[in-house]
């Protein structure tokens, strides 16, 4: 019965299994093995599981609860979390981004700064510059 509740409390919510468990502060194996019927919470769980689903612990430990059926709520919370894994993929590849630009640039600096104080590589670059100023003029 409990398995049962939790499992049409938890989809009525949109929840995976996954984001119920985060925020239990529990590994999603346990969610689902209380799903299963396999194990059971303790009292202060199942006041916390009533909490995140916005249930009472009786509704959870009683009777049948009854799957919503408004196929509309179901089809915007998927397509709200297909927006919610595109932005998280968009940053992710910003941050990414970022991270090469800053290491092309570090790199960047760095072959000029050794050109800048390598004497021997100073003189190079300037005898190529006069000899690139004499060969157009």
Same mark, same amino acid.
């Given at each position: 019965?409990?398995?049962?509740?939790?499992?049409?409390?938890?989809?009525?919510?949109?929840?995976?299994?996954?984001?119920?468990?985060?925020?239990?502060?529990?590994?999603?194996?346990?969610?689902?093995?209380?799903?299963?019927?396999?194990?059971?919470?303790? +009292?202060?769980? /199942? !006041?916390?599981?009533?909490?995140?689903?916005?249930? @009472?612990? =009786? &509704?959870?430990?009683? $009777?049948?609860?009854?799957?919503?059926?408004?196929?509309?709520?179901?089809?915007?919370?998927?397509?709200?979390?297909?927006?919610?894994?595109?932005?998280?993929?968009?940053?992710?590849?910003?941050?990414?981004?970022?991270?090469?630009?800053?290491?092309?640039?570090? +790199?960047?600096? /760095? !072959?000029?700064?050794?050109?800048?104080?390598?004497? @021997?590589? =100073? &003189?190079?670059?300037? $005898?190529?510059?006069?000899?690139?100023?004499?060969?157009?003029?």
């Amino acid at each position: 019965m409990f398995g049962d509740n939790l499992k049409t409390l938890r989809k009525n919510k949109g929840f995976s299994q996954e984001q119920l468990s985060l925020r239990l502060n529990v590994v999603r194996q346990t969610v689902s093995k209380w799903e299963k019927g396999l194990s059971v919470p303790d +009292a202060e769980m /199942l !006041v916390k599981i009533a909490e995140v689903l916005g249930t @009472s612990v =009786n &509704e959870l430990l009683g $009777e049948a609860v009854a799957a919503k059926n408004e196929e509309g709520l179901s089809s915007v919370a998927m397509e709200l979390q297909k927006l919610n894994e595109l932005l998280a993929m968009q940053i992710a590849q910003k941050k990414q981004l970022a991270k090469n630009i800053t290491k092309a640039s570090a +790199a960047i600096l /760095l !072959v000029l700064f050794v050109i800048a104080i390598y004497d @021997s590589w =100073n &003189e190079t670059w300037y $005898e190529f510059g006069r000899n690139l100023y004499r060969i157009f003029h």
